[in-house]
C-alpha cells in the first residue's frame, strides 16, 4: 500500500493504529519498499508500505525471532552465569543456544513462567546501532561468542543490537512492535548443539520452542504435533518392519522385505503413468570420472559433498545427481528438431554427503533415488512440455490425495545467461501457470542460478506442506556440453532443456506417504494386502487353497496356521496394518466361502472366495485409496 497521510512523515506504529490492525495477530511486522524496518521507524507518504500478519511466513519468522529474544531474557535471569550465542527463527518455532548451562526438561515450568512475566512486562524490542565493530565488542566483550560473531562480519558493514528490558542482544532485527502480542509462549525441547556445526568447538546446551498470538492456535499447533509424533515415519516404519538403518552406512537405508513391496508398487506406478506421458527411461552409472563433473561445474562448486574414489590412477566421484549422465546418453546419438520433445526419465541413485547432525530418518538422508527427467525441446515448446508436466503431476498427487501449490521462483542476485533469455524463459513458466489456471506464488530471486524453476509444494493428511517436485529451465548444461540438434531449417542448434522431478527422492516421497496413511497404506501398495487365518488345525488345507488362489490373481497373501487364538491372529495382523483378514473355520471349509473382516473392523461373512478377488482385485486397478468393501451400496 502506498501512504497518504496529511503529515509527510509517519510511523509504522500510528500507521498500523491508523488501520486498526493492531489484534495480537495483525500487523507483526513490516517492510518499506522491501525492506524489513521496525515499528518505531518513520515512513515518508508516497512510500511504499507492506505490513505482514502471523500467518504470513515473514510474519511467523519475525514474531519467533522476537519470541527466542523472550526465551533467552528469561534464561539470563533465571541462570545468569550462562551465556547467549544465537537464536534464530525456524520452520515450527525457534531456539536459542547457550554455554554453561545445565538445562533439562523439568526446568521447563519454571522458564515459561518467567517467560509470562517478562511478556506481561511488555518491553518494546528497541534497536541500537552501532557506529563500528568496536563499539560493538566492547558491548558485549564478556561473551566470547558474540565476539567472535562481531569479528567475523565485513568491515563497514552495519551492525546493530536489540534491547528489552534489562536484556541486550546482537541482532540485524526487526521485531514485533511489543511483547504485549504474544499470548502463548511453550517450550518443546532441548538437546545438545555444538557452537557454529562444529564438533571441534564447544558442546551448547538448545532450547527449542514456539508461540503463537492466541492461545486457540497454541493449541491446535500442539494437536499437530501430536498427531505427527503418531505418524512419525521412523516409528511406524520399524513397527510395520519396512526400514532400518545403521551405524555402517550412516544415513543409507536398509530397506526390509515389507518396505520392498511398498517401494516396488511406487515404482511401478510411476513406471506406468511415465510410459503414458511418453518418457522413454535410461539408467547411468554410479560413479563417472573427474572430467565429466569439471564439464558441469559441480568439482569446483559442489565438491564437499560428493563422495570421491581413485581407480588406476584416475579420480572419479560417485553421482550426487544425475544430470551429466544424462547429458553423455544424449550425445550418443544426432537429433533432429522431430526428436523433440525428447522426455527422458530416470530413476538414479545418488550420494550426497550430508552432516551427520542434518540426517533425519528417509527425509534426509546421503544415499537416495531422484525420480529425475530431463526434457530436451526447442523453445517454441517450452509452455506445452510445463503443462504436460502439470497435467503428469496432477494425476500423481490426486492418487495420494495430496493437495499441493505452486511456486514460481524468478532470476537470483548471482546468474548466468543474458536478459533476452531469462526474460524469456520465465515468461514461458509464467504463461504456463497462467494457462494452468491455478493461483501461484512468485518466489522472486529465487530461481536456480541457470534458470527459473517452478516447485511444488504437496500437502499431507495433518496440513503439513512438504516441498517435493520441481521444474527447472536449464540452458547451461546443453551449452557446457555442446549439446546440438538439427533444426527445420537445417540448421545446428542448441537444445532447451527441463530439468524435472516429481517424487523428488522416493525415499523422501515414502516417508511422506508413510506419515500421511499413518501406515495405512492403500491396498494397491500396501506391504501385506491380505492375510487368510485359519481357526484351527483341520482348517489349514482350505486356508492353503485360499492364500495360492489369491496370490495367483495378482494380490499379496500371508497365511497364519499358528497355534494361536483367532483374536491374537487378527490382532497381529490389524497390528501390521494388513487391508483385508479372511478366516477359516469349519462353516467356511463347508461352503468354501471365507469370513472377511476390513482393517477396519467390517465383517462379511458367508463371502465368495471369487467375489472377494473380484472386487479386490477392482480396487487395486483403480488404485483407489479406501476399501471397496466398506463403501456404502
Given at each position: 500500500?502506498?501512504?497518504s497521510?496529511?503529515?509527510s512523515?509517519?510511523?509504522?506504529?500510528?500507521?498500523?493504529?491508523?488501520?486498526?490492525?493492531?489484534?495480537?495477530?495483525?500487523?507483526?511486522?513490516a517492510?518499506?519498499?522491501?525492506?524489513?524496518v521496525?515499528?518505531?521507524?518513520m515512513?515518508?507518504?508516497?512510500?511504499?508500505?507492506?505490513?505482514?500478519?502471523?500467518?504470513?511466513p515473514?510474519?511467523?519468522?519475525?514474531f519467533?525471532?522476537?519470541?527466542?529474544h523472550?526465551?533467552?531474557?528469561?534464561?539470563?535471569?533465571l541462570?545468569?552465569?550462562?551465556?547467549?550465542?544465537?537464536?534464530?527463527?525456524?520452520e515450527?518455532?525457534?531456539?536459542?543456544?547457550?554455554?554453561?548451562?545445565?538445562?533439562?526438561?523439568?526446568d521447563?515450568?519454571?522458564v515459561?513462567?518467567?517467560?509470562?512475566?517478562?511478556?506481561?512486562?511488555?518491553?518494546?524490542?528497541?534497536?541500537?546501532?552501532?557506529?563500528?565493530?568496536?563499539?560493538?565488542?566492547?558491548?558485549?566483550?564478556?561473551?566470547?561468542?558474540?565476539?567472535?560473531?562481531?569479528?567475523?562480519?565485513?568491515?563497514?558493514?552495519?551492525?546493530?543490537g536489540?534491547?528489552?528490558?534489562?536484556?541486550?542482544?546482537?541482532?540485524?532485527?526487526p521485531?514485533?512492535?511489543?511483547?504485549?502480542?504474544?499470548k502463548?509462549?511453550k517450550?518443546?525441547?532441548?538437546?545438545?548443539?555444538?557452537?557454529?556445526?562444529?564438533?571441534?568447538?564447544?558442546?551448547?546446551?538448545?532450547?527449542?520452542g514456539v508461540?503463537?498470538?492466541?492461545?486457540?492456535?497454541?493449541?491446535e499447533?500442539?494437536?499437530r504435533?501430536?498427531?505427527?509424533?503418531?505418524r512419525d515415519?521412523?516409528?511406524?516404519?520399524?513397527?510395520?518392519?519396512?526400514?532400518?538403518?545403521?551405524?555402517?552406512?550412516?544415513?543409507?537405508?536398509?530397506?526390509h522385505?515389507?518396505?520392498?513391496?511398498v517401494?516396488?508398487?511406487?515404482?511401478?506406478?510411476w513406471?506406468?503413468?511415465h510410459t503414458?506421458?511418453?518418457?522413454?527411461?535410461i539408467?547411468?552409472?554410479?560413479?563417472?570420472?573427474?572430467?565429466l563433473?569439471?564439464?558441469?561445474?559441480h568439482?569446483?562448486?559442489?565438491?564437499?559433498?560428493?563422495?570421491?574414489?581413485?581407480?588406476?590412477?584416475?579420480?572419479?566421484?560417485?553421482?550426487p545427481m544425475?544430470?551429466?549422465?544424462?547429458?553423455?546418453w544424449?550425445?550418443?546419438?544426432?537429433?533432429?528438431?522431430?526428436?523433440?520433445p525428447?522426455?527422458?526419465a530416470?530413476?538414479?541413485?545418488?550420494?550426497?554427503?550430508e552432516k551427520?547432525g542434518?540426517?533425519?530418518?528417509?527425509?534426509?538422508?546421503?544415499?537416495?533415488?531422484?525420480?529425475?527427467?530431463?526434457?530436451?525441446?526447442r523453445?517454441?515448446?517450452?509452455?506445452d512440455?510445463?503443462?504436460?508436466i502439470?497435467?503428469l503431476?496432477?494425476?500423481?498427487?490426486?492418487?495420494?490425495?495430496?493437495?499441493?501449490?505452486?511456486?514460481?521462483?524468478?532470476?537470483?542476485?548471482?546468474?548466468?545467461?543474458?536478459?533476452e533469455?531469462?526474460?524469456?524463459?520465465?515468461?514461458?513458466?509464467?504463461?504456463?501457470?497462467?494457462?494452468?489456471g491455478?493461483p501461484?506464488v512468485?518466489?522472486?530471486?529465487?530461481?536456480?542460478?541457470?534458470?527459473p524453476?517452478?516447485?511444488?509444494?504437496?500437502?499431507?493428511?495433518?496440513?503439513?506442506?512438504?516441498?517435493?517436485?520441481?521444474?527447472?529451465?536449464?540452458?547451461?548444461?546443453?551449452?557446457?556440453?555442446?549439446?546440438?540438434?538439427?533444426?527445420?531449417?537445417?540448421?545446428?542448434?542448441?537444445p532447451?532443456?527441463?530439468?524435472?522431478a516429481?517424487?523428488?527422492?522416493?525415499?523422501?516421497?515414502?516417508?511422506?506417504?508413510?506419515?500421511?496413511?499413518?501406515?495405512?497404506?492403500?491396498?494397491?501398495?500396501?506391504?501385506?494386502?491380505?492375510?487368510?487365518?485359519s481357526?484351527?488345525?483341520?482348517?489349514?488345507?482350505?486356508?492353503?487353497?485360499?492364500?495360492e488362489?489369491?496370490?495367483?490373481?495378482?494380490?499379496?497373501?500371508?497365511?497364519?496356521?499358528s497355534?494361536?487364538?483367532?483374536?491374537?491372529?487378527i490382532?497381529?495382523?490389524?497390528?501390521?496394518?494388513?487391508?483385508?483378514?479372511?478366516?477359516?473355520g469349519?462353516q467356511?471349509?463347508?461352503?468354501?466361502?471365507v469370513?472377511?473382516?476390513?482393517?477396519n473392523?467390517?465383517?462379511?461373512?458367508d463371502?465368495?472366495?471369487?467375489?472377494?478377488i473380484?472386487?479386490?482385485?477392482?480396487?487395486?486397478?483403480?488404485?483407489?485409496?479406501?476399501?471397496?468393501?466398506?463403501e456404502?451400496?
Amino acid at each position: 500500500m502506498q501512504t497518504s497521510n496529511e503529515s509527510s512523515k509517519i510511523s509504522i506504529n500510528e500507521l498500523v493504529r491508523e488501520l486498526g490492525k493492531t489484534a495480537p495477530h495483525e500487523a507483526v511486522t513490516a517492510t518499506v519498499e522491501g525492506k524489513g524496518v521496525d515499528f518505531t521507524d518513520m515512513v515518508t507518504r508516497g512510500e511504499d508500505v507492506e505490513l505482514f500478519d502471523f500467518d504470513t511466513p515473514l510474519g511467523k519468522e519475525v514474531f519467533w525471532h522476537t519470541s527466542a529474544h523472550v526465551l533467552a531474557q528469561a534464561i539470563m535471569r533465571l541462570y545468569p552465569e550462562a551465556q547467549a550465542t544465537i537464536g534464530p527463527p525456524i520452520e515450527n518455532g525457534f531456539y536459542y543456544d547457550f554455554a554453561n548451562l545445565e538445562f533439562s526438561e523439568s526446568d521447563f515450568k519454571k522458564v515459561e513462567a518467567e517467560a509470562a512475566k517478562i511478556v506481561k512486562e511488555n518491553f518494546r524490542p528497541e534497536k541500537v546501532v552501532f557506529k563500528d565493530k568496536q563499539e560493538a565488542i566492547e558491548a558485549f566483550g564478556d561473551n566470547p561468542y558474540k565476539v567472535e560473531l562481531i569479528e567475523s562480519f565485513d568491515e563497514g558493514s552495519l551492525l546493530t543490537g536489540y534491547r528489552q528490558g534489562e536484556f541486550f542482544d546482537l541482532c540485524r532485527g526487526p521485531h514485533i512492535a511489543n511483547l504485549g502480542k504474544i499470548k502463548a509462549f511453550k517450550l518443546l525441547k532441548t538437546s545438545c548443539a555444538y557452537w557454529r556445526g562444529d564438533p571441534e568447538r564447544g558442546m551448547l546446551t538448545r532450547i527449542y520452542g514456539v508461540s503463537f498470538p492466541s492461545r486457540e492456535m497454541m493449541k491446535e499447533h500442539l494437536h499437530r504435533l501430536e498427531e505427527a509424533k503418531k505418524r512419525d515415519h521412523r516409528r511406524v516404519g520399524t513397527k510395520l518392519d519396512l526400514f532400518s538403518f545403521h551405524d555402517v552406512a550412516a544415513g543409507m537405508v536398509f530397506m526390509h522385505p515389507k518396505g520392498m513391496r511398498v517401494w516396488n508398487h511406487l515404482i511401478d506406478f510411476w513406471k506406468e503413468r511415465h510410459t503414458e506421458a511418453g518418457y522413454v527411461e535410461i539408467k547411468t552409472p554410479i560413479m563417472l570420472a573427474q572430467e565429466l563433473w569439471e564439464t558441469s561445474g559441480h568439482w569446483d562448486h559442489y565438491r564437499e559433498n560428493m563422495y570421491t574414489s581413485e581407480v588406476e590412477k584416475r579420480d572419479y566421484a560417485i553421482k550426487p545427481m544425475n544430470c551429466p549422465g544424462g547429458m553423455v546418453w544424449y550425445k550418443t546419438n544426432r537429433h533432429s528438431y522431430r526428436d523433440f520433445p525428447l522426455r527422458v526419465a530416470e530413476l538414479g541413485h545418488v550420494h550426497r554427503y550430508e552432516k551427520s547432525g542434518s540426517l533425519n530418518g528417509l527425509f534426509r538422508v546421503r544415499s537416495f533415488h531422484q525420480d529425475d527427467a530431463h526434457i530436451f525441446m526447442r523453445e517454441d515448446q517450452i509452455k506445452d512440455e510445463i503443462l504436460a508436466i502439470l497435467r503428469l503431476v496432477e494425476g500423481i498427487y490426486h492418487t495420494f490425495s495430496l493437495s499441493y501449490h505452486l511456486e514460481l521462483s524468478t532470476r537470483p542476485e548471482k546468474s548466468i545467461g543474458t536478459d533476452e533469455e531469462w526474460e524469456i524463459t520465465t515468461g514461458a513458466l509464467r504463461e504456463a501457470l497462467d494457462e494452468w489456471g491455478q493461483p501461484y506464488v512468485i518466489n522472486e530471486g529465487d530461481g536456480a542460478f541457470y534458470g527459473p524453476k517452478i516447485d511444488m509444494h504437496i500437502k499431507d493428511a495433518i496440513g503439513r506442506t512438504w516441498q517435493c517436485g520441481t521444474i527447472q529451465l536449464d540452458s547451461s548444461l546443453p551449452e557446457k556440453f555442446e549439446l546440438e540438434y538439427t533444426d527445420s531449417d537445417g540448421q545446428i542448434k542448441r537444445p532447451i532443456m527441463l530439468h524435472r522431478a516429481l517424487f523428488g527422492s522416493i525415499e523422501r516421497f515414502l516417508g511422506i506417504l508413510i506419515e500421511h496413511y499413518v501406515g495405512r497404506f492403500p491396498l494397491w501398495m500396501s506391504p501385506v494386502q491380505v492375510r487368510v487365518v485359519s481357526v484351527a488345525d483341520r482348517h489349514a488345507d482350505f486356508a492353503k487353497k485360499v492364500q495360492e488362489k489369491i496370490q495367483a490373481n495378482g494380490l499379496d497373501c500371508s497365511l497364519d496356521t499358528s497355534s494361536e487364538s483367532v483374536g491374537k491372529k487378527i490382532r497381529n495382523a490389524q497390528t501390521e496394518q494388513v487391508n483385508y483378514m479372511l478366516t477359516i473355520g469349519d462353516q467356511e471349509v463347508e461352503k468354501e466361502q471365507v469370513a472377511l473382516r476390513t482393517r477396519n473392523g467390517k465383517v462379511i461373512a458367508d463371502l465368495q472366495l471369487e467375489q472377494f478377488i473380484e472386487t479386490a482385485k477392482k480396487e487395486m486397478s483403480d488404485r483407489a485409496e479406501h476399501s471397496y468393501f466398506e463403501e456404502d451400496k
